[in-house]
């Protein structure tokens, strides 16, 4: 069976100081990824989802940026955090559908809430 | 992806079924209507998903109007553990298209 691990579960970092997330999947070949921002009383945002290792694609832009180096792993960077990126970060992944199509139900972590401070 | 409107909140007593509706006027032919609820502080879990007829799984049943403009969730004996916020979603199956989140319905089962 496929699981999909997200951690930290829980992360306070100053404003100005650097954040990486990660995400991996297994059980799987070939995931579609995405990374999700819900902030407080919000519905969920799309951030990024990749379709293969290298491919990325970004759906807002931001103060994100997101990298797939290898076929499961799915990593969330920021060089510089800000207030406003405070929220809780949900990685998650879906099978590949016909031509590739992001198409299929996804499958969510258990999330990171990051508070900037 | 089509839009879709869900009522904010809704009540349900435990032990009883709760129906959520949702609109989707503007669904075109290819897409589908999932439905997926957020349990406070975990992450979304899908439920159920669509085309034109009526589905149903372990979890619930979706039952979608024949001119698929609307549908609605049902969870046939609530319990405690769904109160969730639960969101509609219309997409396409086929090609490139993403998981829209809009604000769901905050269900509350209460005892």
């Known amino acids: 069976s496929q699981t999909i691990h997200q951690w930290p579960a829980t992360l306070v970092q100053p404003v100005g100081s650097p954040l990486s997330l990660e995400c991996t999947v297994e059980?799987?070949?070939?995931?579609?990824l995405y990374w999700y921002r819900q902030a407080a009383g919000r519905g969920l945002q799309l951030l990024f989802y990749s379709v293969g290792i290298g491919q990325i694609s970004s759906e807002v832009p931001q103060n994100l940026s997101a990298s797939r180096p290898q076929d499961r792993q799915f990593i969330l960077s920021s060089k510089k955090l800000l207030l406003s990126d405070s929220g809780f970060y949900l990685c998650?992944?879906?099978?590949?559908?016909?031509?590739?199509?992001?198409?299929?139900?996804?499958?969510f972590g258990q999330g990171t809430r990051l508070t900037v401070v | 992806d089509a839009k879709t409107t869900q009522p904010t909140s809704m009540d349900c007593a435990e032990g009883r079924a709760a129906n959520l509706p949702c609109n989707h006027s503007t669904i075109s032919g290819n897409e589908y209507v999932y439905w997926y609820r957020q349990i406070h502080s975990q992450g979304p879990q899908y439920i159920i998903h669509g085309l034109k007829n009526n589905e149903t799984n372990e979890m619930a049943s979706l039952i979608i109007t024949e001119d698929r403009k609307s549908s609605t969730l049902i969870l046939p004996h609530a319990t405690l553990r769904d109160t969730a916020v639960y969101y509609c979603i219309v997409r396409v199956v086929w090609g490139y298209s993403t998981l829209t989140f809009g604000k769901g319905t905050m269900l509350l089962v209460s005892p």
């Open positions: 998650a992944w879906s099978f590949s559908g016909p031509n590739g199509g992001l198409n299929t139900e996804a499958f």
């Open positions: 059980g799987t070949s070939n995931p579609n």
